[in-house]
């Protein structure tokens, strides 16, 4: 999606929810949907479509929602939805994002039963008043205090891929009024999930800004509204806090609010030992208060003698007296990628065909690529039977020979590692292949001593050439499973099986703290993205993202070399 044009999608489908909400009309929310979705797939922002005339040839916005669209863009508001919103009580929008409720729940529930609120539907569940409407049971009721729990609790955190769509569409939302702009805090140091989001500006009308950040359509309650500070909730339940500075203190601000705190408490003891004096809004002389830097956060580093310290590494993790030292790691770039190897299609749970996939990696400047689709054992996954699984390999021969290629496509597989170790082709099989991903996909609730030895035994295997997805883990869904990490990382070494670092958005594994861990016992990475569709190519840069956490350089990467020496490497 281009970022400038989330408000507008987000003013859409909340139009959509509040007429579905009310239940005044059926087609009404289905065509606001479809406007959404079609502005969602745009490649320019939608004011190029308005400027040239053809926002009303785009398909699903007819004249009444062009109308819309136009006002909205042109004026940040929409009197229609002002009034909609005015139409229902303002916490029935925030019961939409319990994962058992939807808008025509929320409609019910609140017809129903007057409920307006998360508190109030908390309590109509445990006296059992919601299980006396009709389609609904005791089990729904379950289901709905589950998600309520779930959604109140602390742990309540968001992944890093929904900061970074939020923060590029408020991002888009403020620019005209900023100078400078960026988000900070755990979004820019790429933690793999964020507790809220900051976003420092730079200007001179300070006002502007703020009026035009609590007019954000997404927003729900706006906390507080300040001179230089301003914090929202927005309908999603993300809080965004932002901060408005002067130009001359923007990167002394930046610096305070990416943080981590522990490398800011131990910035400022640095500062204070050297005679000066660090805050948000610069760094001073201690005696005096005269400015001596703050424009940049580069100006700081500077001034207090350390390199530049890329914000993934600020996590009180040792980068302080490194950057002191002059030895920090030049750090994994997403243009030192030169292949993904973990790519799904629609021979198995993708969606797109082996083609799309070739291309968008080749459009991505990769040298090499690889086809990874399920093994047999995989049902849900549609794994590929050994004949199809040759089918597929006299596939891409024939695409690779076929001239249509400059990018050379491998042909492998993510295969199961079995309950007991063994992988799920034999080695036949498997030895015809390019590589080789071994995957857990069943079982993960096993003793860690039974999983430990699991792994083993399929690193045990000659044909394996990555450990996929290491941990199993699914964030906000399923815990790693348990096994001796030490133990894998030695054997991965000693058998050369290249851990995976999966960018999947809801994966993320390994961590930054494993590979830091990997990396101590001398294991080799390669970032893939799990893609299952054409378009995921790009969560690379998740991938990337924890590599540069864990403190990952390009050589500690298989896939930055080129395809010769890679080849070597997997072979
Ligand atoms: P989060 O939101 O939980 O994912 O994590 P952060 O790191 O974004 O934390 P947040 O939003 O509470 O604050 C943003 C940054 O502001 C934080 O990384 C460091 C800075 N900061 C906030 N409170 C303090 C504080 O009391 N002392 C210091 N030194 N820095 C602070
Ligand atoms: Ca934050
Ligand atoms: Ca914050
Ligand atoms: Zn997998």
Redesign the pocket.
């Known amino acids: 999606m281009d970022p400038a044009n989330g408000p507008v999608v987000s003013m859409l489908n909340e139009i959509a929810d509040i007429l579905e909400i009310t239940g005044s009309d059926r087609f009404r929310p289905i065509a606001y949907r479809r406007a959404a979705r079609t502005i969602e797939a745009l490649p320019k922002p939608i004011q190029d479509y308005i400027k040239d005339g053809s926002i009303s040839e785009l398909p699903g916005v007819g004249e009444a929602i062009s109308q819309k669209v136009k006002e909205y863009a042109l004026t940040g508001k929409l009197d229609y939805l002002e009034k909609l919103r005015k139409g229902i009580p303002p916490g029935l929008l925030e019961l939409l994002n319990l994962q058992e409720v939807g808008p025509k729940t929320v409609g019910r529930l609140y017809m129903e039963l007057k409920i307006t609120s998360i508190d109030e539907l908390q309590r109509a569940c445990e006296e059992h008043s919601v299980s006396k409407l009709k389609g609904f049971g005791e089990k729904t009721e379950e289901r709905i205090l589950q998600s309520i729990k779930f959604y109140r609790g602390s742990s309540r955190?968001f992944i890093l891929s929904t900061g970074d769509s939020v923060a590029s569409s408020i991002i888009a939302h403020l620019s005209a009024n900023a100078k400078l702009i960026e988000a900070?805090?755990?979004?820019r140091?790429r933690?793999e999930?964020?507790?809220?989001l900051?976003v420092i500006v730079a200007s001179d009308d300070s006002p502007a800004v703020m009026d035009r950040f609590v007019s954000y359509p997404d927003v729900s309650i706006v906390y507080s509204r300040g001179e230089t500070k301003s914090s929202v909730l927005l309908n999603s339940g993300l809080q965004v806090?932002l901060r408005v500075v002067d130009e001359k203190s923007y990167g002394a601000a930046l610096l305070?609010?990416?943080?981590?705190?522990d490398h800011?408490?131990e910035l400022?003891n640095l500062a204070i030992d050297r005679g000066y004096k660090l805050n948000e809004y610069s760094l001073s002389q201690r005696n005096g208060d005269q400015f001596v830097a703050g424009r940049t956060e580069k100006e700081v580093y500077d001034a207090l003698g350390l390199q530049f310290i890329e914000p993934e590494l600020r996590e009180a993790r040792g980068e302080i007296e490194a950057a002191r030292e002059g030895r920090l790691p030049r750090l994994v770039a997403e243009s030192d990628i030169k292949g993904d190897l973990h790519c799904h299609t629609n021979w198995t749970d993708g969606s797109s065909p082996i083609e799309a996939m070739i291309e968008a990696a080749e459009n991505r400047g990769y040298q090499y690529m690889g086809i990874s689709d399920h093994s047999k054992s995989s049902k849900i996954a549609k794994g590929l039977s050994e004949e199809m699984m040759e089918r597929q390999l006299k596939r891409v021969e024939k695409l690779n020979s076929s001239g249509k290629y400059q990018i050379r496509v491998l042909c492998g597989s993510e295969v199961d590692i079995m309950p007991d170790g063994r992988l799920d082709y034999d080695d036949a099989l498997l030895s015809r292949m390019d590589f080789v991903i071994g995957s857990v996909h069943s079982r993960f609730n096993m003793e860690k001593a039974e999983m430990t030895e699991r792994l083993l035994t399929a690193m045990s295997n000659d044909y394996i050439t990555v450990l996929g997805h290491p941990t199993g883990r699914q964030l906000g869904s399923r815990e790693a499973y348990a096994f001796d990490a030490e133990r894998i990382f030695e054997a991965a070494r000693d058998k050369k099986v290249i851990l995976e670092v999966n960018g999947s958005t809801e994966r993320l594994d390994l961590n930054d703290q494993l590979i830091m861990e990997a990396k101590r016992h001398k294991c080799v990475f390669m970032l893939n993205t799990d893609s299952h569709h054409f378009t995921s190519l790009a969560n690379i840069r998740y991938a990337v993202s924890m590599a540069r956490r864990g403190w990952l350089t390009a050589v500690d990467v298989a896939n930055t070399s080129d395809l010769k020496e890679f080849s070597s490497m997997i072979g």
């Open positions: 955190r900070a805090g755990s979004l140091r933690k999930t964020i507790g809220d900051d806090d305070y609010f990416t943080g981590s705190k800011n408490v400022r």
